[in-house]
């Protein structure tokens, strides 16, 4: 017998220890062999793909490249053989082709490959510098790319005028702080003093009054049953509706009120209300002092400096007052447009318009044949006529009438070098106004038979996701990467060099396009249109400080750029010429729409000079068209839009567009507007967002940059990721 020792095993135990660790070593030996054999048969699976494209593919040796294998590869993967299968060799070993080249994980393998690139490259990569970019950045989608390198660029840069507390000026010496600080809270700030909220209600009293009264003048207004016979029985072009104007003295009134007109006002007394409670009780003595408006106003006329707008929306801007009259004296001077005209010409031109807007009211058959007061809102800006007892109208001393004549505006241009001005003539009051209004209202008719005029962002939005989208999938892989052209237009000074004569012209050939050639009635239209046009455009006189005097202008030729009409006649007049070219542009054509003095295209071409050629179809007469031309990107009204020839997808892809140099310039938290308005403000940004992501990943985005601005505005947090909840998915789904 056999006593075991203390710390001494027994044989048994002992050889099981041993069996154990003999299966465990048989076990190591096949998972060695097991992985050498998966290693091997990935390799092996590696060297086929590789095959197919004219590559190699070697662990230990270089890998033999083909100049044609290696664009064949990356243009059917989007990768690059070589960092995958030298400075990567560990990610093929680890995962077989069927996995890292299975289409639908290619943005996932694009992204390690690029990540490792960045890290790893020498030169080290430098955001600044294009030639530390690896090849594989040309390969993956441009939000993706930047996504990604935006991981690497300094904090500095990322933080950097993303929201400025700045102006922008041309001032030769220092602005104080006070007054930039001032300034940038925006054109639309309002102090939030005290307001005596009975003269609101008083003056919401008196436009009551004035509604029913206009109303009431308009007891020949048809039924809901009235109407639909008439549309049977009347031509749809004399049921056009009359906008409406508020006319006659603030008495009280003492009819009984229409019962729809009642309801509506009533709506609307509940909003003001609303407005009112909401709005900031404070008195002048505690007022906000963040926006102090008193001392930057006396700073500016002490040192002669004007606050302006900026073309295309991009902040306030200081001016000089000597530039600012030298940039308008030159502009008037220098454009054919316009010319310097003394008070009696004026006064006559003033007074010739006044008669040919009496003609239309009381003298014009065509006028009087629309249903409703059109005779009377042609001439809503004019003194009522004198009659006589029986109803006969008097000759009026027009002579002896007062007139708003607009004053010409400028806005600088910031955003040219060096800067200049945007000519404004604000036609808001001019007698004229309203015979332009209804102008509109016409020639809004006939845009539907212009499918190319855009409307909005969203009608492009939408074109690109129907039809251009169905257009592009039925292209090759070839056609899409080598046979897109995105191209940009710009009408240089559309409105002012527009030809009037021709112009006229070119209308009246619409109008009768539209309403049918050959018959009396659409000559009858045409003839209406063309008066009007006449009317709005003949003989518009503004004033203007030239040379340091203050002068009448008669604007002789170009579009009268403050009218109501004038887009409408813009986008008419450029689509005259667009309808007549020939078939073999429309062929090329994709996508054509424009809107106003902005065109866009895309164009299918063989090569750049073919689709210079086609381009140069579409012509003017007497305007200069300044095209861009670009294989991946274009900038069209407030849209990025760009592509990715290398991808399989086939569509365009568009983002909001943030213009260089904008200030981003929002109503500040101690603005004096009421708490609706902002919020309203901030949701309409949200709406804009919506349409102009093509994917929710950027409208994500756009979302907390929005957020940010905000917030560097003054607005509380809490707040604004309240704003932003209740109206993102509505918004997106909308």
Not at 59 to 86: I, K, P
Not at 414 to 422: A, L, M, N, Q
Not at 450 to 476: G, R
Not at 576 to 586: E, G, T
Request: net charge negative; charged share 20%.
């Amino acid at each position: 017998m056999h006593r075991k020792e203390k710390g001494q095993e027994s044989r048994s135990r002992q050889g099981c220890r041993k069996e154990i660790q003999g299966k465990e070593r048989q076990r190591q030996g096949r998972r060695t062999l097991d992985e050498a054999k998966v290693k091997g048969q990935q390799e092996e699976e590696w060297q086929e793909v590789g095959a197919a494209f004219l590559l190699s593919f070697s662990q230990t040796d270089s890998v033999s490249v083909s100049g044609l294998g290696l664009f064949n590869f990356s243009d059917s993967y989007g990768l690059d053989w070589v960092l995958l299968t030298d400075d990567m060799c560990f990610l093929c070993m680890s995962y077989p082709p069927s996995i890292l080249l299975d289409r639908s994980l290619h943005p996932l393998v694009q992204v390690c490959c690029l990540v490792f690139t960045l890290c790893s490259t020498v030169p080290k990569f430098n955001i600044f510098d294009h030639t530390t970019y690896p090849f594989i950045s040309t390969l993956i989608e441009q939000d993706l790319l930047f996504l990604v390198m935006s991981w690497f660029a300094p904090q500095w840069l990322l933080g950097s005028h993303r929201f400025t507390n700045r102006l922008h000026s041309n001032l030769d010496f220092e602005m104080l702080k006070e007054v930039i600080r001032t300034f940038s809270a925006g054109m639309k700030f309002i102090s939030p003093i005290a307001m005596k909220k009975s003269l609101v209600l008083e003056s919401w009293e008196e436009f009551c009054d004035q509604a029913y009264r206009s109303w009431d003048s308009a007891d020949s207004r048809p039924s809901k049953h009235e109407l639909d016979e008439l549309k049977e029985l009347t031509d749809p072009f004399y049921l056009l509706p009359i906008p409406f104007k508020l006319k006659g003295l603030a008495e009280p009134y003492d009819g009984t009120p229409d019962k729809d007109i009642q309801s509506v006002l009533h709506a609307g007394l509940t909003e003001l209300n609303s407005l009112l409670q909401n709005m900031p009780n404070m008195d002048r003595n505690n007022r906000s002092v963040d926006v102090e408006l008193k001392d930057a106003l006396e700073w500016c006329f002490n040192n002669s400096v004007l606050v302006k707008p900026t073309d295309k929306n991009l902040g306030t801007a200081l001016v000089s007052t000597v530039w600012y009259e030298e940039k308008v004296s030159t502009f008037i001077t220098n454009n054919k447009g316009y010319q310097i005209i003394d008070i009696d010409l004026a006064c006559t031109l003033v007074i010739q318009t006044v008669g040919r807007i009496c003609d239309l009211c009381f003298n014009n058959t065509t006028t009087t044949a629309f249903h409703g007061e059109l005779s009377w809102f042609l001439g809503s800006r004019l003194p009522p006529p004198h009659k006589e007892v029986d109803g006969t109208l008097l000759e009026d001393d027009w002579e002896t009438i007062t007139v708003s004549l607009p004053v010409f505006n400028g806005l600088p241009k910031i955003h040219k070098s060096p800067w200049g001005i945007r000519p404004v003539i604000p036609c808001h009051s001019v007698v004229q106004g309203p015979v332009s209004e209804f102008l509109s209202v016409i020639l809004k008719t006939l845009l539907a038979g212009h499918p190319q005029i855009l409307t909005s962002t969203k009608d492009l939005v939408h074109c690109l996701e129907t039809s251009v989208h169905d257009k592009l999938a039925c292209l090759s892989l070839l056609q899409w990467r080598n046979n897109i052209y995105i191209c940009t237009a710009d009408i240089e000074g559309f409105y002012t060099n527009v030809p009037i004569t021709d112009c006229e012209h070119k209308l009246e050939d619409l109008v009768l396009d539209h309403f049918g050639r050959g018959t009396c009635e659409s000559r009858v239209k045409a003839a209406f249109v063309k008066e009007l046009f006449s009317v709005q455009q003949d003989d518009l006189v503004f004033t203007a400080k030239v040379n340091g005097a203050w002068e009448y202008i008669q604007q002789v030729n170009g579009l009268a750029m403050g009218m109501l009409a004038a887009p409408d006649i813009a986008n008419l007049y450029a689509a005259w010429y667009k309808k007549r070219l020939p078939i073999a542009f429309h062929r090329k054509m994709i996508l054509f729409k424009h809107y106003i003095d902005d065109i866009i295209c895309i164009v299918y071409a063989d090569s750049l000079s073919q689709c210079e050629q086609t381009l140069g179809l579409y012509n003017i007469p007497g305007l200069k068209l300044n095209w861009e031309i670009s294989r991946t990107n274009a900038v069209f009204l407030d849209l990025d839009i760009w592509r990715s020839p290398s991808s399989r997808d086939h569509r365009l892809k568009y983002r909001p567009y943030q213009k260089p140099m904008n200030n981003f310039e929002r109503l500040p938290w101690c603005t004096g507007h009421a708490l609706q308005l902002l919020r309203g403000a901030f949701k309409s940004e949200v709406h804009r967002f919506a349409v102009a992501s093509w994917s929710t990943h950027i409208y994500n985005e756009e979302l907390v940059w929005l957020k940010d601005l905000y917030i560097s505005h003054g607005y509380p947090l809490a707040t604004v990721i309240q704003w932003i909840k209740s109206s993102k998915e509505i918004a997106y789904k909308n």
